[in-house]
């Protein structure tokens, strides 16, 4: 439970939280009710706010690096531009949140819910995603080089211009999710789920696919040189302008339903 001194101290302001925060090592606001509250630009790095209610607060521009939020509420909350690097956020629901140029590099978001976020050019390199909900989140132009979205279900999610590269898919779900533009080169995709994406002139390169449902994707001037697409479901894609050189397709199933030797 929270420290109520602690909490006394983030109610009476900035300049009374600063003096406060600077003589202690630990801080302690976990299990409280803070929602609607403003935060901006508030330094809670390292304090433990696990399990809080900060649903519709105002943390813009907030420093939340390295700070316990796992199982917290931030559904609706403002953190445009907010750090949270090395932040914990297991199982936090971030749905409909506003992460805008946030920064969550190496953060821990394992099971999170961040659908509906709005995630615009946020970082999320080399943060562990693993089961995460995306579902019609906004990540265009995001950053999740090298991050882990294995079992991450991203339906419907837009991801145009997003730089995967590097980045763990795999079973990951990304049906009528928006691709165009995206880059995954080298990005893993085994088993994904890719019913009905939009891919167009997405960069696959080198990707490994291997086992990948792409039934009814639009791969239109997709680059899938070198990509590993071996037992992969092509069924009803468009493959118009798409580049397949050196692409391994092995077993994989054709646009017209044959099977490739």
């Not at 750090?83 to 297991?90: E, F, K, R, W």
């Not at 092509?234 to 692409?247: C, I, Q, Y």
């Amino acid at each position: 439970m929270a420290n109520l001194e602690d909490l006394a101290a983030l109610l009476a302001g900035a300049v009374a939280w600063e003096k406060w925060r600077s003589d202690r090592i630990e801080l302690d606001m976990s299990d409280i009710n803070l929602s609607y509250m403003n935060l901006r630009g508030i330094n809670l790095q390292g304090v433990n706010l696990s399990k809080t209610n900060l649903s519709a607060s105002k943390l813009i521009s907030a420093h939340l690096n390295d700070a316990n939020l796992s199982f917290a509420n931030l559904s609706g909350a403002e953190l445009i531009e907010a750090n949270l690097v090395g932040a914990q956020l297991i199982s936090a629901n971030l749905s409909r949140a506003d992460l805008t140029n946030s920064d969550l590099n190496n953060a821990n978001l394992i099971g999170a819910d961040l659908s509906e976020a709005k995630l615009t050019n946020s970082d999320f390199s080399e943060a562990n995603l693993v089961g995460c909900s995306f579902r019609a989140a906004n990540l265009r132009c995001a950053v999740l080089i090298l991050a882990n979205l294995n079992y991450a279900h991203l339906q419907n999610a837009e991801l145009m211009e997003a730089k995967l590269f590097k980045a763990n898919l795999e079973k990951a779900n990304l049906s009528m999710a928006h691709l165009t533009k995206a880059d995954l080169f080298r990005a893993n995709l085994s088993e994904a789920i890719l019913i009905e994406t939009d891919c167009r002139w997405a960069n696959f390169g080198k990707a490994n696919l291997t086992g990948a449902n792409l039934q009814g994707a639009n791969l239109r001037g997709a680059n899938l040189m070198g990509a590993n697409l071996q037992q992969a479901n092509l069924k009803d894609a468009n493959l118009r302008g798409t580049n397949l050189d050196r692409a391994n397709l092995e077993g994989a199933i054709a646009p017209d339903g044959s099977i490739h030797p």
